[in-house]
Structures are given as structure tokens and as C-alpha cells.
């Protein structure tokens, strides 16, 4: 099984800022079957990025995903008052599909 | 726009079988891969396992025992249950298009273990 680490564990930032977000796989993710999802408080998973850095359909050009291999990192470039929330990667490269513990980027 | 909603009981006993459904609506069934994941509450996300359209499944080693998954094709609907369920099962339960990256999800349903 993978093991999707993220760091850091909360970022504390501010509107217009630029967030970086990282996961670390405990090996290579295949194909870079990697995927970033956004979740805000008491909604579902929302996807942002697939394949490491194709962002899905409707997902604002802030959002941007990069990295191969064991290292990936979703970056937005300026934050907007509805980015606060918590991000989750997620592995699809082998079974089971594993997710990182979350990233939540909060309000400085 | 593909819409998924599960369904199912919100409070179920310890040792009983957690039964849940998704009906999928504005698309078809067929030709897609269907999951389901789990969120207990305040934690991360955990993967249950997948079917496809046909009813091929893979499930998460961690659960396998006590997972099915199956798919009714004419109601367009795919369901997840869960045998031998305990207080560590308490969970929001979202049923999701995709089997790799999870692309479209339903709002998810409370499922509480307790008796």
C-alpha cells in the first residue's frame, strides 16, 4: 500500500497569498496517477487536479499541480476567500487507492 | 451533469450489516466505474472500493471481508454493504464516479454506529 504524507499539516496564510501544498509518497506513484481534492467544511470532496497536473473541468487557472515519481505539490497562486479549506491528495496508480491525511489552509 | 445521492439508514447497530445506495441520475450506469469512500468524522478519507458497470469489484484489503459492492443496472443505482459493523465504522459515506481519480461525488450520507 502507498502512504501519501502532506505537509505541512495546517497553513496559515492570507488572501492573495500563494499556497503550497506537498505529498510525499512512500514510492513511486505509476504514471503519475496523482489527484488533489478540495473539501470545505461540511461539503463533499471537490476534484481540482488528475494526473498530477490536468485540472478538471470548472477549475479555476490558480490551481495548478506539478511533480512525478514520489514528490508532488498543488500550488494556488493567489488565494481567494473560498480556497480556505482542506486538501487531500490522493494516489491511483496501484490498489488500494490510498488518500494523504490533508492539508488545511486556514485564514492568518 | 452526472448527480449522484446515496441513501440508506443513518443509525445502525453494532455486529449488523450497513447497508447503503447510490442512485445516479442525469447519466447512465453502464460504462463507468462507480465507488465508494468513507469520511469518519473529523478524519481523512478512506477508500471502500469500486465496481464497474459489469460487477467487477476491487475492494480495500483493510475492509474486504466485510465488503460488497453490487450494481442494478435498470434502477441505475449501485450499492455498498458492510457486515459485522462497530463503533469505528461511524462515518459520512459518499458514493463517487471513478475508480481511479474520483471525479464527481454525492453529498454523502451519516452513518452511526451505536446501539
Known amino acids: 500500500e502507498i502512504v501519501l504524507t502532506q505537509s505541512p499539516g495546517t497553513l496559515s496564510l492570507s488572501p492573495g497569498e500563494r499556497a503550497t501544498l506537498s505529498c510525499r509518497a512512500s514510492q513511486s506513484v505509476g504514471s503519475s496517477y496523482l489527484a488533489w481534492y478540495q473539501q470545505r467544511p461540511g461539503q463533499a470532496p471537490r476534484l481540482l487536479i488528475y494526473?498530477?497536473?490536468s485540472r478538471a473541468t470548472g477549475i479555476p487557472d490558480r490551481f495548478s499541480g506539478s511533480g512525478s515519481g514520489t514528490d508532488f505539490t498543488l500550488t494556488i497562486s493567489r488565494l481567494e476567500p473560498e480556497d480556505f479549506a482542506v486538501y487531500y491528495c490522493?494516489?491511483?496508480?496501484?490498489?488500494?487507492?490510498?488518500f494523504g491525511q490533508g492539508t488545511k489552509v486556514e485564514i492568518k | 451533469q452526472v448527480q449522484l445521492q446515496e441513501s440508506g439508514p443513518g443509525l445502525v447497530k453494532p455486529s449488523e450489516t450497513l447497508s447503503l445506495t447510490c442512485t445516479v441520475s442525469g447519466g447512465s450506469i453502464s460504462n463507468n466505474y462507480w465507488s465508494w469512500i468513507r469520511q469518519p468524522p473529523g478524519k481523512g478519507l478512506e477508500w471502500i472500493g469500486y465496481?464497474?458497470?459489469?460487477?467487477?469489484?476491487d475492494y480495500n484489503p483493510s475492509l474486504k471481508s466485510r465488503v460488497t459492492i453490487s450494481v442494478d443496472l435498470s434502477m441505475n443505482q449501485f450499492s455498498l454493504k458492510l457486515t459485522s459493523v462497530t463503533a469505528a465504522d461511524t462515518a459520512v459515506y459518499f458514493c463517487?464516479?471513478?475508480?481511479?481519480?474520483?471525479?464527481?461525488w454525492g453529498m454523502g450520507t451519516t452513518v452511526t454506529v451505536s446501539s
Open positions: 463517487v464516479l471513478g475508480w481511479g481519480y474520483m471525479d464527481v
Open positions: 494526473g498530477a497536473s
Open positions: 490522493q494516489q491511483y496508480g496501484s490498489s488500494p487507492r490510498t
Open positions: 465496481i464497474y458497470y459489469s460487477g467487477s469489484t
